[in-house]
């Protein structure tokens, strides 16, 4: 039931590769990793950039790690995010331009065959 | 298959184009006016909420404790810097805002109290790096003039304030130690280490003996200017005109110029020596510091000097060559000769990548740590404590 309500909200459904759908995805999924890495407290192991440990108790190699997680969520999410959802909404708005395009085209050459298929 | 293709290029298309349009944008989110950072008057709410992280570590001994303690695993000296920026900062707060005044000299008396108490019990080696037992000072006996030219400028601080006359015996004492020492040395360097002498600790050694002579009418000008003079001719590198950041009692460089100590010298010469701060500066900026993006930050070396990292130039980030401790000091520079572009971006830059993390009105950087956190409060309020020495108001 559950899996049926969640196919059919659009946004989980499977994408194609980089399509709006698959970049908007994405951008969901980091937020949703950082957000976790964020409530997990990790920001608090991002001291090890000056040189000092996060905590004395997980020592160096534990702090640095759970550091390197938390700064590449984050600039996964500060810089990446914006960019897989502007690039959405680029592609959606180039492919309606394509569409109506198309479209016009189209509602053109059947106008223009009309008369020949009245005659 | 061609469809697919088509699809592909065109989503590849449209994340450059995103890309394009969002980087040069980016910083705008983190940008804020500077007088968020720092006010001509008063005190920016930054400068509040930093200040207010702080004064909380002085009233909670376990959280203090527990922040000493993760800086003393890397270096014992920021557990002390940390204290002398905090004090110095409470100065200049107190300058700018009167009605708070008893409340910073009592947070200032209770850091003096206890770091004379430590150094007294523990020994001076108590706030030095490890490898300074390793040799013996060769002026004995053994002084560190980091040590006693930070907490004389602690004193002279707190009483350019307000008078307290077991402080003035004390910054006497001290300023007294440091004087021979000048006059006895044949070159005017003083060991920091064993056989190690950092123009950081001269300036503000010197800052300390240009306030003692203003609270209490002594006069060393000949020396603060002899000492000057000789650092123009032999401490400066030639290449970048940069004054070097250590070197030997014989006066051999150990390090070139450094971001992580530059940009505090321009600040604490600008107390004895006004153009040759402001060229130190402005050198420096010329020699260390880059605004990419809209984002500010700073180098460790110039160009033409290559250094080895260590625990003052923290971890360099490879690409741009970011120092973290060039940049945060490079605050306390720009701060100092308003250089309100540079400032301003070396703010978005702290609110970018300095992890910001903000309960009930008090701000801690995460990346950073209490020294850290103790330079950029400093950054936002120094001034008016400089301004009130030099201009010879009453203290």
């Not at chain 2, 350019?160 to 004087?179: G, M, P, S």
């Not at chain 2, 600008?270 to 990419?292: C, H, P, S, V």
């Not at chain 2, 700073?298 to 923290?314: Q, R």
Request: with cysteine; net charge positive; glycine share 6%.
């Amino acid at each position: 039931m559950i899996k049926l309500l969640w196919q059919k909200l659009a946004l989980f459904r499977r994408a194609e590769f980089l399509s709006p759908r698959d970049l908007l995805q994405r951008a969901l999924g980091i937020s949703v990793l950082f957000l976790l890495a964020h409530l997990a407290g990790l920001r608090e192991f991002t001291s090890v950039l000056n040189g000092t440990v996060g905590s004395v108790a997980a020592g160096w190699k534990l702090s640095s790690f759970l550091a390197l997680i938390y700064i590449l969520l984050y600039l996964a999410f500060v810089i990446l995010v914006p960019v897989l959802v502007l690039a959405a909404v680029i592609l959606t708005v180039w492919r309606r331009g394509v569409q109506k395009e198309e479209n016009s085209r189209i509602a053109q050459e059947t106008s223009s065959r009309r008369p020949d298929a009245a005659g | 298959m061609k469809s697919r293709m088509k699809r592909i290029l065109a989503g590849l298309a449209a994340l450059v184009v995103a890309a394009a349009i969002w980087l040069p944008c980016l910083h705008l989110v983190f940008t804020r006016p500077l007088s968020n950072f720092r006010q001509d008057q008063g005190l920016s709410p930054k400068a509040r909420q930093l200040a207010a992280r702080h004064l909380q570590l002085w009233t909670e001994p376990a959280l203090r404790e527990q922040e000493l303690k993760k800086m003393r695993a890397s270096n014992a000296e920021w557990d002390f810097m940390g204290r002398s920026y905090l004090v110095w900062s409470l100065a200049n707060m107190a300058l700018r805002d009167p009605a708070s005044k008893p409340l910073y000299l009592r947070t200032m008396d209770q850091i003096i109290d206890e770091t004379l108490r430590l150094e007294k019990q523990e020994g001076m080696y108590f706030f030095l790096m490890s490898y300074a037992r390793d040799r013996h000072y060769l002026v004995q006996p053994a002084h560190s003039l980091f040590l006693d030219g930070e907490i004389a400028l602690m004193l002279a601080s707190r009483r350019v304030i307000e008078e307290k006359l077991e402080y003035r015996t004390l910054l006497t004492e001290r300023v007294n130690v440091i004087v021979e020492r000048f006059q006895k040395s044949p070159r005017m360097l003083l060991e920091s280490y064993p056989d190690e002498c950092w123009m950081f600790d001269h300036c503000v050694a010197l800052d300390a003996i240009k306030m003692a002579d203003y609270l209490d009418g002594s006069d060393h000008s000949a020396l603060i200017r002899g000492w000057i003079a000789m650092a123009r001719k032999k401490l400066v590198d030639p290449k970048s005109g940069l004054l070097i950041s250590s070197f030997n009692t014989d006066g051999t460089p150990l390090d070139g110029p450094e971001g992580s100590s530059i940009w505090m010298v321009a600040h604490s010469l600008q107390l004895l020596d006004e153009d040759f701060a402001r060229d130190q500066y402005r050198r420096a900026r010329k020699e260390l510091g880059e605004i990419t993006l809209g984002f500010g930050y700073a180098h460790e070396w110039p160009k033409s000097w290559k250094g080895e990292t260590d625990v003052d130039s923290g971890p360099i980030i490879p690409w741009f060559e970011i120092s973290a401790g060039s940049s945060g000091m490079a605050f306390i520079g720009a701060s100092t000769f308003d250089d309100g572009k540079f400032l301003a971006s070396l703010a978005a830059t702290l609110d970018f990548a300095g992890f910001p993390s903000r309960t009930r009105g008090r701000l801690k950087y995460c990346a950073s740590n209490q020294v850290g956190d103790a330079a950029l409060l400093y950054a936002a309020t120094l001034g008016p404590l400089w301004q009130k020495v030099k201009t010879g108001a009453q203290p």
